[in-house]
């Protein structure tokens, strides 16, 4: 069985690490009049363990009941769901855009991206935030970085009847390919020493791997590129119904995500892309077919 509790991210702690009384945890009530938008920690009890997950959203949302765009952002390695809700600026264009975000921990801080352990997380995620806020089944979205970004490739694969679209960050790829059509946006820095764009090991490079995915999506033909500044964007449009690749590098872009705060001893960011506004655009227009 599948167990989930719930407590503002926020929430009072006494040193031995419950929850104070008093705290928001433990049932008091702020009125909703004040509340603008909330992150709430959730704990799901699942057959391999106890895993956790941050939800914002809208509290109360402007049209309450209206179901609503759900985006999962994946953390890379080493880093948590609470460090990239703060740094990649997802809830403030949540909040102006109208959607909801989870961000999901994984176990040791890494993504099991071999194998299916936290592709069936995600999918308690989803079902789970689902119940929580009427969440538009035709526009589930999951991004992410490094090791996350290779998990949110996993998670193209793996629920690709759920996923709509996918924009993993410093990636590479999996030995997966979806079994129908997932629109993805790639971003990439061309002098990521980390995770090539290149490739490397059993890793084809970035455009070997956009090439497999958009085989599997249905696309033909070349891209219309554009080129602004260090940005080159290649999009391929002409693939399954309602499906579409886009490809966005940056030339001196290391292994970081494009636009966010920067985090001591991490790589440089890139201010040449704001990849949350690019990835949310892509995401706002390639909902899954209905």
């Known amino acids: 069985m599948i167990g989930a509790i719930a407590v503002p991210a926020a929430a009072a702690t006494t040193s031995s690490g419950h929850f104070a009384p008093g705290s ?19 704990r799901l009890e ?17 049209d309450a009941g209206a179901p609503k765009p759900l985006v999962i952002v994946l953390h890379g390695a080493g880093a ?20 909801t975000v989870a961000y999901p921990q994984g176990v040791g ?12 997380f995600l999918r308690a995620v989803v079902d789970d935030a689902s119940r929580r806020v009427a969440v538009d089944p035709n526009r589930v979205f999951v991004t992410g970085i490094s090791n996350g970004g290779v998990m949110t490739y996993r998670a193209g694969c793996g629920l690709a009847g759920t996923v709509a679209a996918i924009g993993p960050v410093a990636a590479w790829f999996p030995d997966c390919l979806p079994t129908t059509p997932v629109s993805v946006v790639h971003v990439h820095g061309l002098e990521d020493g980390v995770l090539s764009f290149d490739g490397g090991g059993s890793s084809p490079s ?18 219309t590129t554009t080129q602004a500044g ?7 449009a002409s693939c399954a119904p309602g499906t579409a690749v886009e490809l966005f590098t940056i030339a ?20 040449a892309l704001d990849a949350t506004a690019e990835i949310w655009a892509f995401f706002r227009s390639h909902p899954r077919p209905s």
């Open 80 to 99: 948590t769901a609470r460090e990239v809700e703060r740094r990649y600026h997802w809830d403030a264009l949540a909040a102006r855009e109208g959607f």
């Open 230 to 236: 260090q940005v080159t964007h290649s999009v391929w």
């Open 24 to 42: 928001a945890a433990f049932g008091s009530r702020t009125s909703a009049a004040f509340a603008t938008a909330q992150t709430t920690v959730v």
């Open 109 to 120: 801080r890494r993504w099991d991206d071999t194998g299916t352990r936290d592709v069936d």
């Open 252 to 271: 001196h872009g290391r292994h970081e995500w494009p636009g966010a705060v920067p985090k001591p001893g991490n790589d440089p960011v890139s201010h």
């Open 46 to 62: 699942l057959p391999g363990g106890a895993r956790t997950y941050r939800l914002r959203r809208l509290r109360p949302a402007p």
């Open 206 to 223: 970035v455009p070997d791997g956009l090439a497999e995915w958009r085989s599997a999506d249905g696309c033909t033909g070349p891209p």
